[in-house]
């Protein structure tokens, strides 16, 4: 927990430098479920979006294991939200327990997670690497700085590619972690880039100065995700 509250007073007091603009306002919830046919999970939310609706996000939309799951059927359904004031105030909004029978039938619920966006990103589900790492405190803002020079470096070099970075809030046993999301258009896209990666493409050594900066690897997997739903 202390190493959580010193990287939270690092963010605080040094959140203008990474970037010009500071961190983008707004998070996100992720409620986490067990399915027991992820697809057909997700047809379903398709054909009933009330119970999108139901979690007050301005957007909202689903994330799936495709690699490195913790359990089968891993998948999370995913909320944004334009302040964590919003955020926070529609956490209870939704109850799951609640849910139709052919709904809950569907799933097991394993648990919900709140996010605080740091770093500006376009919100373009596709096919994510999501690594959970671990930074000392001190390190917090050079990480930051050099996850936003490596996309540069990666635009530069023609890559369809973004990458975001997310603070846990309330985040339980992983909340001295932060969660780094790389976005591509799809597995080919992403596949092409990690075969470039390998072959020393010009933005390599950003990388590895990235890299250099986590203390600690806790978990690694790739998802594909989905825009599902947009509040009017």
């Known amino acids: ?37 992820p697809y057909e999970y997700i047809d379903y939310l398709k054909e009933n979006p009330q119970f999108l609706a139901a979690g007050g996000g301005d957007v909202s939309g689903y994330c799936m294991t495709v690699s490195g799951h913790d359990y089968p059927g891993e998948m999370f359904i995913w909320n944004g939200f334009a302040s964590l004031e919003d955020m926070m105030a529609n956490a209870t909004t939704y109850n ?60 530069a070099a023609g890559e369809d590619f973004q ?24 597995g080919k896209s992403m596949g092409a880039m990690f075969d470039k990666g390998y072959a020393g493409a010009s933005w390599s050594q950003a990388f590895v100065a990235m890299q250099s900066l986590v203390d600690s690897f806790e978990r690694d997997s790739i998802e594909e995700c989905e825009i599902l739903y947009t509040a009017e």
Request: charged letters at 20%; aromatic letters at 10%.
């Open 1 to 37: 927990m202390k190493i959580l509250l010193n990287i939270l007073v690092a963010i605080f007091a040094t959140s203008t430098l990474w970037s010009q603009e500071g961190p983008p306002e707004g998070g996100f919830t992720t409620f986490h479920v067990k399915a027991e046919d």
């Open 96 to 155: 799951p327990y609640a849910a139709p029978t052919a709904l809950k039938n569907m799933r097991k619920i394993k648990y919900t997670s709140f996010w605080k966006t740091l770093t500006p990103f376009e919100l373009t589900p596709g096919f994510e690497r999501v690594t959970r790492v671990s930074i000392k405190p001190e390190n917090v803002v050079a990480f930051l700085q050099s996850t936003e020079v490596l996309e540069a470096a990666m635009k």
């Open 163 to 186: 990458l975001a970075v997310f603070a846990p809030i309330g985040g339980g046993p992983e909340g001295n972690t932060l969660m780094v999301r790389g976005f591509a258009k799809d």
